[in-house]
């Protein structure tokens, strides 16, 4: 346990004091354990792996809330407390999904400190939710479609009943398998994910957080607490910030062939759940379409490069969400040397 100028929270760590530090922020429901694996195959010698349970998550202190009006600079300002705690001048940079949400955030606001970038299936740069096309643009002005009032509710009371079986479809472990692995794939180490699930803050101003009444469909517009508001395009910031970043850090984004959480047509995109019929009430395709996420990435780092930034796209076949938890070797394959480009 570590107290920062910011938060008291869990941070594990690999690796000799001395070694070259890497950051992990760990994705929503999740915890630093989902990164254990990951931090244990750095090469020994080499690296100091560092993993922090970030706010609302996990051991962080739950007195210690997400203001979502900051989008995710809650938890990109804590990353950079940790990292003057350790006495870090500067980091790798490691996240996923979530936590890919939270480094767009640092990219943008401490570009200096990032030696590089490795992203895992990140929330799109836009956010999560509400927006139509590679350029973010939102369905409607009050950016209704993303926000707290979109969480499942049997999802998260099964949450904070400690459901950790496979009794009920919106349990945590079988969402899980469903949605972040690629069926059959079952970690060795599920029960301590699930687990590390099950840690996840909940309430009003954790998840789902707060949120508003809209007119326009599906009715719900995000509010100012928790992370599910955090990650609405309302908050994004100016993410043409990206572009005129100096130093720009190489990015490497990994991402699962097979990925339901993040696509042009996600598990749980109001717009995707709409044509599918889930939602009901779908405007329609023109007004509200599944949000591109993979485009939207996509075009964001294409204008990274065009500004003098440099990035590579890398696909793990027959793979979810995490892939660096489905195939490890596979992923190191193009994370390790990633680790060394500046300094070659």
């Not at 996240?95 to 480094?103: A, D, P, Q, T």
């Not at 009794?167 to 472990?173: G, K, L």
């Not at 908050?235 to 042009?264: C, F, N, Q, T």
Request: aromatic share 8%; hydrophobic share 40%; glycine share 12%.
């Amino acid at each position: 346990m570590i107290t920062t100028s910011r938060i008291t929270t869990r941070v594990l760590f690999t690796g000799p004091e001395t070694g070259t530090p890497v950051l992990f922020l760990h994705g929503n429901v999740a915890s630093a354990t989902w990164w254990e694996e990951v931090m244990l195959s750095l090469p020994k010698k080499t690296y100091r792996g560092i993993a922090p349970d970030q706010r609302g998550f996990g051991a962080a202190d739950p007195a210690k809330k997400i203001d979502a009006t900051r989008g995710t600079g809650d938890l990109a300002d804590d990353a950079l407390a940790l990292l003057d705690h350790l006495g870090i001048a500067r980091t790798h940079l490691v996240g996923n999904s979530m936590g890919g949400s939270v480094i767009w955030r640092l990219l943008m606001g401490a570009c200096e400190r990032i030696l590089t970038v490795t992203q895992i299936g990140p929330g799109s740069p836009y956010g999560f939710g509400g927006t139509k096309d590679v350029q973010g643009t939102p369905c409607f002005g009050d950016f209704a479609g993303s926000g707290g009032g979109l969480t499942n509710p049997e999802f998260l009371r099964l949450v904070a009943a400690g459901d950790d079986g496979l009794d009920n479809a919106f349990s945590p472990r079988a969402v899980m398998r469903l949605l972040v692995y690629k069926p059959p794939f079952i970690p060795d180490r599920e029960d301590d994910l699930v687990a590390a699930t099950l840690r996840t803050h909940l309430g009003p101003e954790d998840l789902p957080g707060d949120s508003i009444k809209s007119p326009s469909w599906p009715f719900t517009a995000p509010g100012r607490w928790g992370v599910a508001n955090a990650l609405s395009p309302k908050y994004a910031g100016d993410v043409e910030g990206l572009y005129r970043i100096e130093p720009k850090p190489p990015i490497l984004w990994v991402r699962g062939s097979h990925d339901l959480g993040v696509s042009d047509a996600a598990a749980s995109c109001p717009g995707a759940l709409g044509a599918a019929g889930q939602i009901p009430g779908w405007p329609g395709a023109e007004a509200f379409p599944p949000q591109p996420m993979l485009g939207q990435t996509r075009a964001v780092l294409d204008r990274y490069r065009a500004a003098g930034g440099a990035y590579e796209e890398v696909v793990i076949e027959d793979t979810g969400h995490a892939p660096f938890i489905e195939k490890l070797s596979e992923f190191n394959r193009v994370f390790h040397p990633h680790l060394e480009t500046p300094r070659t």
